[in-house]
């Protein structure tokens, strides 16, 4: 048969070969080169796209290694590669054989090379989807020097030393920083070279291809020792940020260290969420503050024992203090909301601008002063509109306090429902449903119910349900009513 003729002429001519061979090597050496780049990379800095390139030249080569395989074949025995002929013998002397031109090599190699440059495409997404370990958090790639021994005391250089390797492997566990290799593997000692000899700017960046680096000092103070420490810039020298001072026992320096590692991280983990500024909280009080907030609409019981423990962890992060206000007037426990704004009264002059502003809101609300609450909770939306979370707020506060579907439509606008994962989002189905009740009161009614239906459409919720049917009696349309029930009918809630 006419392809069995092919793969015979390719044997032949050893493309068969040649293609094995080719792809054997190409296999082994990037298996090699992704065992050995991390130690290399203080010696030589290796960027990370470098795999990358790797594997697409390897791609790219491969029809180049058959097609010359196929033009042209080594004959050992004259020490010499010489091109083949591509004129055919006689019929006769080839009977059944029908020679390979260069139409039938177009014909071969063009499915093969689309099918690589495919495997290239699907190759380049893959190692790139796999370099980015936590999609809010920037690719940057962190270091952390050797902290300053301000002590002047020589024995207490090991601490310098070792900062850097407590920090780093904390955060490395955590798996939300894209820490340097060389920072775990092999201490400081190269970067620290590099900034010893270019400091900072574009030869330290391009040597050592860190983004940012991590430095610090310490000194003691009585029987503590005193750790300050600042991110900045490597090819800059600008200061991104400036960690709080922790202090330790001078016998037990790790417990500011670990300290200063959960403010660092905490910092990586919130830098992109504009809820919080420039005040950044600790990793773990964080973490338990998220658990908090998505179980605020679930389990206010449960909510509240994290709520609790963010207090208990650090007790100047006041929004925990707000979410515990919250969970109070959802349990309708009032004589708790009391006891709660008075001991936040005694520490207002703790708070920032947008903590000041949820506590007045609170005191606002519990006094009956609606309108005063609402401005109150709008000024800490307006300093942050991207946050999912205030923005549901704020839009269900201007129909509940307020009564005003506007604010609430012109609050809602602010975040695009395209953005909206109801499979993942607690709350967003209420973000919903005010929006749709915004509409109603407008009597914006075809609007309400093409919006109530797009959305019911999955997950199903029996109040989206509501307010289309609601939408649709106000358009007077009784046998539209009785068709969309009946759909309703069948579907799970």
């Known amino acids: 048969m006419k392809l069995q003729r092919i793969i015979s002429e390719l044997r032949t001519r050893g493309v068969i070969k040649v293609a094995s061979i080719y792809a054997v090597t190409a296999a082994t050496i990037i298996q090699v080169l992704i065992a050995v780049a991390p130690i290399i990379r203080p010696i030589i800095p290796i960027s990370d796209n470098f795999l990358t390139v790797c594997v697409v030249l390897s791609f790219i080569f491969f029809p180049v290694a058959v097609y010359l395989s196929w033009k042209y074949e080594i004959v050992p025995e004259e020490k010499m590669v010489r091109f083949r002929t591509e004129e055919p013998p006689p019929k006769e002397e080839l009977p059944g054989k029908v020679p390979v031109g260069n139409l039938q090599l177009v014909k071969i190699l063009g499915p093969i090379i689309l099918g690589i440059t495919f495997l290239t495409w699907i190759s380049v997404q893959w190692l790139s989807s796999g370099s980015s370990q936590i999609d809010k958090i920037k690719k940057e790639k962190l270091a952390v020097l050797e902290f300053e021994n301000e002590t002047g005391d020589p024995e207490l250089d090991y601490i310098g030393r070792m900062a850097p390797l407590f920090i780093s492997q904390s955060l490395a566990k955590s798996g939300s920083v894209n820490l340097q290799a060389s920072t775990i593997q092999m201490g400081e000692d190269y970067i620290q070279v590099l900034m010893g000899k270019f400091g900072f700017g574009p030869d330290l960046y391009r040597q050592s291809g860190v983004d940012n680096l991590i430095i610090g000092r310490y000194f003691t103070l009585g029987d503590s020792l005193i750790i300050l420490s600042q991110i900045v810039e490597s090819i800059t020298g600008n200061v991104l940020l400036t960690f709080d001072q922790h202090s330790a026992p001078l016998d037990v320096p790790w417990k500011g260290i670990e300290d200063l590692s959960q403010q660092i991280l905490g910092y990586w983990l919130t830098r992109d969420n504009p809820m919080f500024n420039s005040d950044f909280p600790r990793a773990d009080v964080y973490k338990e503050y998220s658990k908090a907030t998505s179980l605020i609409e679930k389990d206010y019981r449960l909510a509240l024992v994290h709520a609790r423990q963010c207090i208990n962890m650090d007790s100047t992060f006041f ?8 969970i109070h007037r959802r349990l309708a426990q009032f004589s708790q909301v009391d006891s709660l704004l008075a001991v936040l009264s005694t520490r207002e002059f703790e708070m920032n601008e947008d903590e000041k502003n949820m506590f ?35 839009s269900i506060l201007a129909l509940n306090l307020v009564n005003s579907p506007q604010q609430a439509l ?24 005010v929006h749709i009740t915004a509409l109603i009161d407008l009597g914006k009614y075809k609007k309400a119910f093409s919006l109530a239906k797009k959305i019911n459409s999955e997950p199903s919720d029996i109040s989206i349900a509501l307010l289309a049917i609601r939408a649709l009696v106000r358009l007077g349309d009784a046998a539209l009513v009785e068709r969309y029930i009946e759909e309703q009918k069948h579907k799970r809630f």
């Not at 929004?319 to 919250?326: H, K, S």
């Not at 993942?424 to 919903?432: F, K, N, V």
Request: glycine residues 2%; charged residues 30%.
């Open 360 to 394: 007045y809101h609170f005191k606002s609300y519990t006094r009956g002063n609606n309108k005063m609450a609402f401005e109150y909770y709008k000024n800490v939306f307006e300093r942050s509109p991207g946050d999912l979370y205030l923005n549901i707020r704020a």
């Open 410 to 433: 012109k609050i809602i606008k602010k975040y695009e429902d395209a953005e909206l994962d109801y499979n993942d989002c607690s709350y967003c189905l209420d973000r919903s449903n």
């Open 319 to 326: 929004r925990a203090f707000f979410l515990e206000l919250l």
